[in-house]
């Protein structure tokens, strides 16, 4: 499917209209604190409504060996936007009482970005820090994600391949 920018996208978004869309996909989730990595499928939707930022909703959920879903797994929403100066911000909240802010460089069809902050509620398992890497790749979204949390220094967590559907 051949990718054509949306003509109802604020201007100040072009560097992130490749991005725009629904995707679908799997990927695989590990840590050192996990007893072992797990695959998961996962749906994120990324749209507009004409103004200057990007909503953002993604779900995941682990699956068994045969690719069937086990059981609902992660869930964030926010929004992204272009900053002056060319950088993307990436904020999202997490059911589990984490916020993070993301930020870095919207190159084409590149977002490589790293928490500028975290906030967890007082109850949330210690998160520390992350970065993001989301790249179109033969018309496929692939991207990774280290994290630092619960006494582990930035490692890598997970990493998906995503198709645009719809």
């Not at 992350?130 to 949390?149: E, F, I, K, P, Q």
């Amino acid at each position: 499917m051949a990718f054509q920018l949306d003509p109802d996208l604020p201007p100040d978004l072009a560097p992130l209209a490749w991005i725009v869309g629904r995707w679908e996909g799997a990927g695989v989730v590990g840590y050192p604190t996990m007893p072992q990595s797990f695959n998961f499928g996962q749906e994120l939707e990324i749209r507009h409504d004409g103004r200057p930022f990007l909503h953002w909703s993604s779900r995941t959920w682990l699956l068994d060996t045969d690719g069937q879903p086990i059981r609902q797994s992660g869930t964030e929403t926010g929004f992204l936007r272009i900053v002056p100066g060319g950088e993307a911000e990436l904020l999202l909240a997490h059911p589990t009482g984490i916020i993070e802010m993301y930020f870095g460089p919207a190159e084409p069809a590149k977002l490589s970005l790293r928490t500028d902050s975290v906030v967890r509620s007082p109850h949330a398992k210690e998160y520390n820090a992350g970065t993001r890497h989301y790249g179109l790749v033969d018309g496929d979204l692939m991207w990774v994600m280290d994290m630092a949390a619960m006494g582990t220094p930035l490692t890598s967590h997970l990493s998906a391949q995503l198709k645009r559907v719809g």
